[in-house]
């Protein structure tokens, strides 16, 4: 089936410094793809849709400043986390649909912890 | 909005014990509906779908049907085993993005 990739899986940073995420759909081509992030023993929470080509629409609330979003390709989305502080330490998973109502593939997740 | 609300946890249940996870939705059109399972450290994984009513979905001996008349889409298993200990989502999708209930997690003892 279809596969969703993330890399990295793990990164710690200082506070201050930027953080990049990417998320690559390995044997399908995605013109969209979600970023979701997770706290400890809580549900999933949309951040972003990232679309191939334009600008991504983002969540009510998300902070388009702190969380950049490119789409570069119909295989690449990458999130950067800006200006890193210990509260943007999470679970971000990203996840790219198939045509129709079908369900999500979703990566790994990568666990970000800012120092 | 579309909303999905299911049985808050957690769920302590000994091996072979039968299993009954509640989720009801809220949606304005037609969708589809999903179970995924996270294991510790990991993302999500597809456990089952149903995209239409009366449809049922079944994988790995969890089974859960689409029922429109009672907007719900309950996950059962009738043994379980120490290896579902998980967190177990459910989840619709209507137009283009899903929608994540708050999650249950599940522990079984040996």
């Known amino acids: 089936g279809a596969v969703v990739s993330q890399h990295p899986s793990w990164v710690i940073c200082k506070s201050g410094t930027s953080v990049k995420i990417e998320c690559r759909s390995l044997?399908?081509?995605?013109?969209?793809m979600f970023w979701y992030r997770q706290f400890p023993k809580q549900s999933l929470m949309l951040m972003a849709t990232?679309?191939?080509?334009?600008?991504?629409?983002?969540e009510q609330g998300v902070e388009k400043d702190k969380f950049l979003i490119n789409h570069a390709s119909l295989t690449l989305s990458t999130l950067t986390v800006t200006s890193a502080h210990p509260e943007d330490s999470s679970f971000y998973i990203c996840?790219?649909?198939?045509?129709?109502?079908?369900?999500?593939?979703f990566g790994e997740g990568s666990r970000l912890t800012v120092l | 909005g579309d909303s999905v609300t299911q049985m808050e946890g957690p769920v302590t249940l000994s091996e072979e014990a039968f299993l009954t996870i509640n989720c009801t939705y809220t949606?304005?059109?037609?969708?589809?509906l999903f179970w995924y399972v996270q294991y510790p450290g990991e993302g999500l994984q597809l456990l089952l779908k149903?995209?239409?009513?009366?449809d049922k979905g079944s994988n790995k001996g969890f089974e859960a049907t689409y029922r429109k008349e009672t907007t719900s889409f309950h996950l059962e298993k009738g043994s379980v085993q120490v290896s579902d200990s998980a967190v177990y989502f459910c989840a619709l999708r209507d137009n283009n993005d899903m929608r994540f209930g708050a999650g249950t997690r599940l522990t079984v003892k040996p």
């Open positions: 990232s679309n191939e080509g334009s600008k991504a629409t983002y």
């Open positions: 149903a995209t239409k009513a009366d």
């Open positions: 949606a304005t059109g037609y969708p589809s």
């Open positions: 044997d399908f081509q995605a013109t969209t």
């Open positions: 996840s790219a649909p198939t045509s129709g109502p079908g369900e999500l593939f």
